[in-house]
T-cell receptor, first 114, second 114 residues
Framework: EAGVTQSPTHLIKTRGQQATLRCSPI?????VYWYQQALGLGLQFLLW???????NRGNFPPRFSGRQFPNYSSELNVNALELEDSALYLC?????????????FGPGTRLTVL | AQSVAQPEDQVNVAEGNPLTVKCTYS??????LFWYVQYPNRGLQFLLK??????LVKGSYGFEAEFNKSQTSFHLKKPSALVSDSALYFC????????????FGKGTHLIIQP
C-alpha cells in the first residue's frame, strides 16, 4: 500500500511570492492534516481537512490556506511569503472510521524563502 | 489545552544498553498518546500509540512505551539499543475528535554510540 505522498520535495521562493504544496493521502483515508516544522519551533498543527471541508486550523495567519479535493488530496497555499515561513511542511492522513486516529505522515516539502 | 513535554534534548546510550526517552503530557479527558521517529530529511514514522487498556504498549522496531496515568507520563523504551535507532523522537498527544491535530513535544535526539 502506497503511503502519503507530497510534492514537491523542495521548493525555493522569494519573499512576497506564493507557494503551493500538494499532498496525496493513503488510499481510503479522508482526513488530511498539515503541520509546519520550523527550526526551533518544533512541529505545529496548521490545518485539518475532512471530506472536502476545513475542520480546524492552528494558530497561523490567514495567508496560510488550503483545500481538499474530491479525491481527498490536498493543497496548502502560503501567500505573501515571509522568511520565517521557511520550514518542512508535513502532511498526514487518517483512515476512515478509525477512532484511534493514527496519523500517517508523508516525507514533507522543504520550503525555503529567500 | 493539551501539551507535551520532552525534558531531554538529547539522550546518549551505548549500543546494546537499554534506552528510555521521557515524555510527560497534559490533557483534559482521556489521552491518546503517540510516539513518532524522524530520520534526517524524512517525514515522521509512527512507532506506537496508547489509546486504552494495557499500560505497556509494544510498537515497531522493538520499541515499547509505558503509560503511567498518575505521573502523566508515556516514556519510550527499548531493551537493547541499536546504532540504527539514532534519530529524532517525538511524543505527541491527541485530545480526541480531531479538533486540534496532534500536539507534539519538541523532540529528543537519541544518539546510540557503537
Amino acid at each position: 500500500e502506497a503511503g502519503v505522498t507530497q510534492s514537491p520535495t523542495h521548493l525555493i521562493k522569494t519573499r512576497g511570492q506564493q507557494a503551493t504544496l500538494r499532498c496525496s493521502p493513503i488510499s481510503g483515508h479522508t482526513s488530511v492534516y498539515w503541520y509546519q516544522q520550523a527550526l526551533g519551533l518544533g512541529l505545529q498543527f496548521l490545518l485539518w481537512y475532512d471530506e472536502g471541508e476545513e475542520r480546524n486550523r492552528g494558530n497561523f495567519p490567514p495567508r496560510f490556506s488550503g483545500r481538499q479535493f474530491p479525491n481527498y488530496s490536498s493543497e496548502l497555499n502560503v501567500n505573501a511569503l515571509e522568511l520565517e515561513d521557511s520550514a518542512l511542511y508535513l502532511c498526514a492522513s487518517t483512515p476512515i472510521g478509525d477512532d484511534t486516529d493514527t496519523q500517517y505522515f508523508g516525507p514533507g516539502t522543504r520550503l525555503t524563502v529567500l | 489545552a493539551q501539551s507535551v513535554a520532552q525534558p531531554e534534548d538529547q539522550v546518549n546510550v551505548a549500543e546494546g544498553n537499554p534506552l528510555t526517552v521521557k515524555c510527560t503530557y497534559s490533557v483534559s479527558g482521556n489521552p491518546y498518546l503517540f510516539w513518532y521517529v524522524q530520520y534526517p530529511n524524512r517525514g515522521l514514522q509512527f512507532l506506537l500509540k496508547y489509546i486504552t487498556g494495557d499500560n505497556l504498549v509494544k510498537g515497531s522496531y522493538g520499541f515499547e512505551a509505558e503509560f503511567n496515568k498518575s505521573q502523566t507520563s508515556f516514556h519510550l523504551k527499548k531493551p537493547s539499543a541499536l546504532v540504527s535507532d539514532s534519530a529524532l523522537y517525538f511524543c505527541a498527544v491527541w485530545g480526541g475528535g480531531g479538533a486540534d491535530g496532534l500536539t507534539f513535544g519538541k523532540g529528543t535526539h537519541l544518539i546510540i554510540q557503537p
